[in-house]
T-cell receptor
Framework: AQRVTQPEKLLSVFKGAPVELKCNYS??????LFWYVQYSRQRLQLLLR??SRESIKGFTADLNKGETSFHLKKPFAQEEDSAMYYC???????????FGTGTSLTVIP | DVKVTQSSRYLVKRTGEKVFLECVQD?????MFWYRQDPGLGLRLIYF???????EKGDIPEGYSVSREKKERFSLILESASTNQTSMYLC??????????FGQGTRLTVV
């Protein structure tokens, strides 16, 4: 079952342009959603989680239960934002983390 | 400040060999996970464990087994390696529902 969907495998934007990485989920319970980022040659790390409702490195993400979405947004992309981004769903009933297929973001100077 | 450590960064094994991938965490986390990461497929859950000696199958357990004899260590075993198991393997640990910490990954090549 596809629990987390990231429709874009590749996304390119110009520096200073807004960026939105899409994520939709499928889960009947109460979801806990995360965005993870993997920079070149670094390990996967947490970017933000919906519970904290904070902005990290200028990124924000709002959980929309009606649309079952958790899109990641940043108003002005920077070159250092180029990375692979994964949306993740934690199911507290099954104690599992599920990840999407990832979106590779390239910010063009 | 390394919290999750995978025993090997790169491995090359022959078809049919038994392969052990080790993962150790120093955060006293209950939950540990093994994923494989393939281009275009994202992270796919192989197995996870929520306690010592407990294990649960993920989405793609075929051809793999796991062992968790101690809380800090979670091993992934390829009983008889095949070329389609060539991949990047990631280990992660977490407290229930909290941030998952990942290892640096093991790139396994089966020839």
């Amino acid at each position: 079952a596809q629990r987390v969907t990231q429709p874009e495998k590749l996304l390119s934007v110009f520096k200073g342009a807004p960026v939105e990485l899409k994520c939709n989920y499928s889960y009947s319970g109460s979801p806990e959603l995360f965005w993870y980022v993997q920079y070149s040659r670094q390990r996967l790390q947490l970017l933000l989680r919906h519970i904290s409702r904070e902005s990290i490195k200028g990124f924000t993400a709002d959980l929309n239960k009606g649309e079952t979405s958790f899109h990641l947004k940043k108003p002005f992309a920077q070159e250092e934002d180029s990375a692979m981004y994964y949306c993740a769903l934690y199911t507290n009933t099954g104690n599992q983390f599920y990840f999407g297929t990832g979106t590779s973001l390239t910010v063009i100077p | 400040d390394v919290k999750v450590t995978q025993s090997s960064r790169y491995l090359v094994k022959r078809t049919g060999e038994k392969v052990f991938l080790e993962c150790v965490q120093d955060m006293d986390h209950e939950n540990m996970f093994w994923y494989r990461q393939d281009p275009g497929l994202g992270l796919r859950l192989i197995y996870f464990s929520y306690d010592v000696k407990m294990k649960e199958k993920g989405d793609i357990p075929e051809g793999y087994s796991v062992s968790r004899e101690k809380k800090e260590r979670f091993s992934l075993i390829l009983e008889s390696a095949s070329t389609n198991q060539t991949s990047m393997y990631l280990c992660a640990s977490t407290l229930r529902g909290a941030e998952a910490f990942f290892g640096q990954g093991t790139r396994l090549t089966v020839v």
